[in-house]
């Protein structure tokens, strides 16, 4: 669904270019020479794989360059898109660029996050000659689970921007 000059969405986009990955891959697997497939097809070793009749190699190695050149084109586009388009986030104007960045350290701080909510809902006991120590946690755990809630928030908003973006944005980039 392009839009009326049909050029891409950006999350159409991002579909293309995982479906040419996809399809380099394979043109990649069909026209490498260097691959011993010995006793993948064959049940003796002194047996040879020859091209099929309808297998040209060289339109091969054509249709993937072909494939690769659109495959940077859209990239750039993509690129360029992701620079351009942008959002409020916490007060502060950020390109989807930025945007994806900030996801992936929220996602890491998440991580961080779940370990010090697990660490401070329980204090530690240590049994030590005939009496106990109790040791408490660094953090309380009402602070870090409104800590962690707080990152949740964050990151759901920021999920929805991009999400927004990516499906009203457009790049320069013909579906061919």
């Known amino acids: 669904m392009s839009d009326n000059k049909n050029n891409l969405y950006i999350y159409e ?7 040419f990955d996809k399809h380099s891959k394979i043109l990649e697997n069909l026209i490498d020479e260097k691959r011993e497939r010995k006793g993948f097809f064959s049940s003796r070793e002194e047996d040879e794989l020859q091209p099929s009749k309808d297998f040209n190699i060289e339109s091969i190695q054509e249709k993937l360059k072909k494939l690769q050149t659109k495959r940077v084109k859209l990239n750039r586009e993509l690129q360029l898109a ?3 388009s942008k959002f409020n986030y916490d007060g502060t104007e950020v390109s989807l660029s930025e ?3 900030i996801k992936k350290n929220l996602l890491k701080d998440i991580d961080v996050f779940t370990n010090r909510l697990t660490e401070s809902a329980y204090v530690k006991v240590i049994h030590k000659e005939g009496r106990d120590i109790i040791k408490e946690p660094k953090q309380k755990f009402n602070d870090a689970y409104q800590s962690y809630e707080n ?5 759901r908003f920021l999920n929805q921007e991009i999400h927004k973006i990516n499906h009203t944005e457009v790049i320069n980039f013909k579906d061919e």
């Open 13 to 19: 986009a991002i579909e293309l270019r995982n479906e």
């Open 82 to 84: 992701n620079l351009k």
């Open 99 to 101: 945007a994806l960045e």
């Open 151 to 155: 990152l949740l928030k964050k990151l």
